[in-house]
T-cell receptor, first 119, second 114 residues
Framework: NAGVTQTPKFQVLKTGQSMTLQCAQD?????MSWYRQDPGMGLRLIHY???????DQGEVPNGYNVSRSTTEDFPLRLLSAAPSQTSVYFC??????????????????FGSGTRLTVV | GNSVTQMEGPVTLSEEAFLTINCTYT??????LFWYVQYPGEGLQLLLK?????DKGSNKGFEATYRKETTSFHLEKGSVQVSDSAVYFC?????????????FGDGTTLTVKP
């Protein structure tokens, strides 16, 4: 059981280049998300998806695109890389269950991250 | 909007010391609360969770109790080990909203010395 797989693990881009960060999960989770992690700033949500064909913006979506053509895959595209996009990117997936008395009950499974440097 | 505030680090303890990492939150309704742990060079791992008031989440000797009256979810461990050295994140997910939109604290770095 691989969980959440992210590729590549490391990437260096020049300003203006484009690239796609890949994310795949094999747990049949409905929900998938992309976060970026910057020193002292915790994790910030870029985009998320509640199912195949459905995506929405998070807190910091500018400069990034996503698509969700299948349940398993949720790639993140950098359209024109900028130094401000230097960060560690994490993909995560989760399920959600709702019981009338227990409320939501879920938790993320994270990928191992992609360290991106834009020069 | 939602927010999570963690005690600032870094925190340095000796082995077998008692650990507390404070976490308070702001959210509407009854959010689900989580603690994640990140070891060097790795992604975050879910450590424990609580989904309603007064629930206690526990795992690997760590505990946290969902306190609605103080909007808190403090992480505790009675006796830390060197292997507990990591960054700890408190997070919440708002009630009655789509999953996949958690709000995270800034993280607290714990170093345990032998």
């Amino acid at each position: 059981n691989a969980g959440v797989t992210q590729t590549p693990k490391f990437q260096v881009l020049k300003t203006g280049q484009s690239m796609t960060l890949q994310c795949a999960q094999d747990m049949n989770h409905e929900y998938m998300s992309w976060y970026r992690q910057d020193p002292g700033m915790g994790l910030r949500l870029i985009h998320y998806s509640v199912g195949a064909g459905i995506t929405d913006q998070g807190e910091v979506p500018n400069g990034y695109n996503v698509s969700r053509s299948t349940t398993e895959d949720f790639p993140l595209r950098l359209l024109s890389a900028a130094p401000s996009q230097t960060s560690v990117y994490f993909c995560a997936s989760t399920y959600a269950s709702r019981h009338p008395k227990q409320g939501q009950d879920y938790g993320y499974t994270f990928g191992s991250g992609t360290r991106l440097t834009v020069v | 909007g939602n927010s999570v505030t963690q005690m600032e680090g870094p925190v340095t303890l000796s082995e077998e010391a008692f650990l507390t990492i404070n976490c308070t939150y702001t959210a509407t309704g009854y959010p689900s609360l989580f603690w994640y742990v990140q070891y060097p060079g790795e992604g975050l791992q879910l450590l424990l969770k609580a989904t309603k008031a007064d629930d206690k989440g526990s795992n690997k000797g760590f505990e946290a109790t969902y306190r609605k009256e103080t909007t808190s979810f403090h992480l505790e461990k009675g006796s830390v080990q060197v292997s507990d050295s990591a960054v700890y994140f408190c997070a919440l997910s708002e009630e009655n909203t789509n999953a996949g939109k958690s709000t995270f604290g800034d993280g607290t770095t714990l170093t345990v010395k032998p």
